[in-house]
């Protein structure tokens, strides 16, 4: 990187330390021990906001530990970092962290922008630790429920009770549903996957909206939830089977995840930002401690709680496509309140036809 490391720049006030690298091409953080943002030399505006704020979700915790780290045990850091200014624009960066003593410790982080070239290294690198989490993850998961049919055969051999023979197989029926459920999800995945080579087109919120009604109309009988929905943004050029399948299970969790004693009401939205269209999906459900659990949300086949059936497969798949097409996803949650999903998504470039 460009900027001197403290080494060469040592014994300064911290308003020095602020003026010596406001003269920097590179991005320069400055925070405190409550990882807030003290100076960054090329947005005042982020003054005394949390850094956790302007970085994705799921990468909160690992970069507060990392962070963590540089105060308490003075590591110099390095790693990759995606920041999103208020305009909701992404600036990825290959980041130095190290600690400077002056009225008070504060961690520094300075981060060049990494070239198209980097970028798609770490889109790679990206996609290959998802693949190995996913395979981890699931391997895991499928070895649980073959464990419970296996020792179910054993022991139904020994069993001459018939009330307990139909008991055991009762719990083998479960875990084969169990399983198929895991496999299904995996299937999606891979399915999924394919749809990436499909060309994208104008599709239309409210036409996506209407689908994803009718797949869920089991679900939605059930649970007899009331819709209010504001399109301000109507249509975006986008492959139609992902923002399908972004709707149908945003939706999906939303009512699994509703409070049994309160009717539920869902809002769904759409608005221009920035270089994006944000669709949004809020409820009034069960909410998450996402402070504890946040790092999760995303990861392959994890849940954040048991008290609902389901693979913990969905929430990892579109996050990974939203990623992989220059998006994002931002939740906001609270416990016994309900969460707001707010996708922020690209506008796809659509072939012209000669």
Request: with cysteine; glycine share 6%; proline share 3%.
């Amino acid at each position: 990187m460009n900027t001197m490391l403290p080494s060469q720049c040592s014994g300064l006030a911290i308003s020095s330390y602020f003026s010596f690298f406001d003269g920097s091409p590179d991005h320069c953080f400055f925070l405190d021990k409550s990882l807030h943002i003290l100076h960054y030399n090329k947005n005042s505006s982020l003054v005394g906001k949390s850094f956790s704020r302007i970085v994705p979700l799921f990468d909160k915790k690992r970069h507060s530990e990392r962070l963590q780290r540089v105060f308490n045990k003075q590591e110099a850091q390095k790693f990759y970092l995606e920041v999103y200014g208020e305009d909701s624009t992404c600036i990825k960066l290959e980041v130095s962290a190290f600690l400077v003593k002056a009225e008070h410790d504060c961690c520094v982080l300075v981060g060049q922008e990494v070239s198209d070239y980097r970028e798609r290294n770490m889109d790679l690198e990206q996609k290959n630790q998802y693949l190995k989490e996913f395979v981890y993850n699931a391997t895991h998961d499928l070895r649980s429920p073959l464990s419970v049919l296996k020792s179910f055969v054993d022991l139904i051999r020994r069993f001459d009770d018939e009330k307990k023979k139909e008991m055991a197989l009762s719990q083998m029926r479960e875990a084969t549903i169990n399983m198929e459920k895991k496999l299904t999800g995996m299937s999606d995945l891979v399915t999924m996957n394919k749809y990436d080579l499909q060309p994208a087109s104008l599709i239309s919120f409210k036409g996506i909206f209407t689908q994803s009604q009718y797949l869920l109309m089991n679900e939605i009988r059930d649970a007899e939830p009331e819709f209010f929905t504001n399109f301000e943004v109507e249509h975006i050029h986008y492959i139609g089977a992902h923002l399908l399948s972004i709707c149908q299970n945003l939706l999906s969790n939303a009512i699994k995840y509703r409070k049994p004693d309160v009717p539920l009401c869902l809002n769904i939205s759409t608005k221009r930002e920035g270089a994006f269209v944000v669709f949004s999906v809020k409820d009034n459900g069960m909410g998450m401690d996402l402070d504890n659990f946040g790092h999760k949300l995303f990861k392959p086949f994890q849940r954040l709680t048991s008290a609902v059936k389901g693979t913990g497969i969905a929430l990892s798949m579109i996050h990974n496509w939203i990623k992989r097409t220059g998006g994002r996803i931002e939740v906001t949650s609270e416990l016994g309140k309900g969460s707001e999903f707010k996708v922020y998504l690209k506008e796809m470039d659509v072939p012209v036809e000669v």
